[in-house]
């Protein structure tokens, strides 16, 4: 996991980005049942940077963000009982990727 310190270097746009960025590899990764503990790795440390990047953002991507952290909170309290089931990784790898995508155009990076 990348640091605290290294992270808030990152302008505000590549911050997000990160975010979304983790999102998506826990929508790819959540696809192969061997890849729990990735997952479970991915999730915290997306956590840690939402934790870390939503007090200087703007209203907008603030809610977005504090919605996805819920939803990464559930999925952490809940993995141990779900990832054996193949749709509830489906759904999973579904709202992560839906997160990412939210995530990446608050970003701005979309315009650029």
Same mark, same amino acid.
């Given at each position: 996991? *990348? !640091? ?7 302008? @505000? ?6 975010? %979304?960025? =983790?999102?998506q590899?826990?929508?790819?990764f !959540? ?9 479970? #790795?991915m *999730? +915290?440390?997306? /956590?840690?940077f *939402?934790?870390? #990047?939503?007090?200087?953002? =703007?209203? /907008? #991507? +603030?809610?977005? @963000?504090?919605?996805? +952290?819920?939803? @990464? ?7 141990? +009982?779900?990832?054996?089931?193949? /749709?509830?990784? !489906?759904?999973i790898?579904? #709202? %992560?990727?839906?997160?990412?995508n939210?995530l ?5 990076? @979309?315009?650029?």
């Amino acid at each position: 996991m *990348i !640091s605290r310190e290294r992270f808030d270097r990152q302008s @505000l746009p590549m911050r997000v980005g990160s975010i %979304a960025a =983790d999102l998506q590899r826990i929508a790819s990764f !959540s696809r192969h049942f061997e890849n729990r503990p990735a997952v479970d #790795t991915m *999730i +915290q440390e997306a /956590r840690f940077f *939402i934790e870390w #990047t939503a007090p200087y953002t =703007d209203n /907008r #991507t +603030q809610e977005d @963000l504090a919605a996805c +952290q819920r939803v @990464l909170t559930r999925w952490r309290r809940a993995l141990d +009982q779900v990832w054996a089931d193949e /749709r509830h990784r !489906s759904l999973i790898c579904e #709202t %992560a990727q839906e997160w990412a995508n939210v995530l990446l155009q608050d970003s701005g990076m @979309l315009e650029e």
